[in-house]
């Protein structure tokens, strides 16, 4: 069975729905306007926009964190260390959101902040989505609407599939191609060990890694870090990088399924995997007394201990 983002993707929105709705969170999950941040260091990657996308770029805050929606420019932003500190190490960080935003300050900028003050160069990927409704009235609407379900019988006595969304991936994987691109072509003025490059990603994020790594002519990582992201079984290509997985045994998208994990240890490539208790969806680099919210230390010990990041990186 190969890696399916579009599998993936549905169960992400449905994701989303619930959480957008449910109680008893600790913060408010109501979502209010924002006015778009300047983002004064994101660099265009020139990847061009996306196809019938009449809306424009829009954000809001949800749980007090910034998200965006309706992307059609890709961007890289640079999230360097203290040259005292830095190891050479880079990592590329793709924010979650189910393809139809993303969440970047939860899952982009908190984390690549985080991997600078370990001395790792971190750039945050905004890549392209697919196009939801303008406004956020429109959009709430839109992502709690009922789904159609599948016809009752596909004739022979088995229940019809639903229809496969007619939309793939190639514009994301075509901006994390570009990122990969820049951060190689300008590594002497960031600092970038080229050889020692990874990637990182929430949710659909983690998707996205994944669907690089199994898909990319162009990129060579060294390592990737999908965070809860789906798992389900891959064909591994010889060559692919040594994971680091997460997820919560909580998590919407856990169904007791570890064919991601197998495939990777069958084929014989380093993997560590960390089943937390609790710890949900969405938590980036942790919600308060959860289990999860020591994954982020787990990780850097992780590169440590496999020689991707050099010693002397502060603790």
């Known amino acids: 069975m ?22 008893g969170w600790a913060q ?3 979502i209010y ?6 983002e004064p260091n994101a660099i265009p990657l020139g990847t061009g926009g ?7 770029e829009t954000w809001f805050r949800q749980w007090g964190d910034p998200m965006a929606l309706n992307i059609t420019t890709a961007t890289l932003t640079p ?13 590329i960080v793709a924010p979650g959101g189910g393809f139809r935003w ?7 900028w908190e984390v690549a902040e985080a991997l600078a003050e370990k001395g790792i160069a971190a750039f945050v990927l905004k890549y392209r989505l697919h196009p939801t409704p ?3 009235d429109d959009f709430t609407a839109w992502m709690n609407r009922p789904m159609t379900p599948p016809a009752e019988s596909s004739g022979d006595g088995e229940p019809a599939r639903p229809e496969r969304p007619r939309w793939n991936l190639d514009n994301q994987l075509e901006d994390a191609e570009a990122a990969y691109a820049m951060i190689v072509e300008r590594a002497e003025e960031w600092g970038v060990d080229t050889t020692n490059i990874g990637m990182i990603g929430f949710s659909a994020g983690a998707g996205l890694t994944m669907h690089s790594t199994l898909n990319s002519k162009t990129m060579d990582l060294a390592f990737i870090g999908p965070v809860y992201g789906g798992l389900n079984e891959v064909e591994v290509p010889s060559d692919a990088p040594p994971m680091f997985n997460v997820i919560a045994a909580d998590d919407f998208l856990f169904h007791g399924e570890f064919g991601l994990i197998e495939s990777w240890h069958k084929a014989g490539i380093p993997v560590e995997f960390h089943l937390y208790q609790n710890g949900g969806h ?6 308060p007394d959860r289990t999860s919210n020591r994954w982020f230390d787990a990780f850097i010990h992780w590169l440590e201990v496999n020689k991707f990041l050099k010693a002397g990186a502060e603790d």
Do not use: H
């Open 282 to 287: 969405g938590f980036g680099l942790g919600n």
């Open 79 to 91: 999230f360097l260390p203290d040259p005292d500190k830095a190891t050479g190490t880079t990592v």
């Open 28 to 30: 408010d999950g109501t």
């Open 50 to 56: 996306v196809e019938d996308q009449p809306a424009r």
């Open 102 to 108: 993303l969440s970047m300050g939860n899952e982009g």
């Open 2 to 23: 190969s890696y399916s983002p579009i599998k993936f993707l549905k169960i992400a929105m449905w994701t989303f729905v619930f959480v957008f709705t449910a109680p």
């Open 33 to 38: 306007p924002m006015e778009t941040p300047k």
């Open 134 to 136: 303008e406004s956020l």
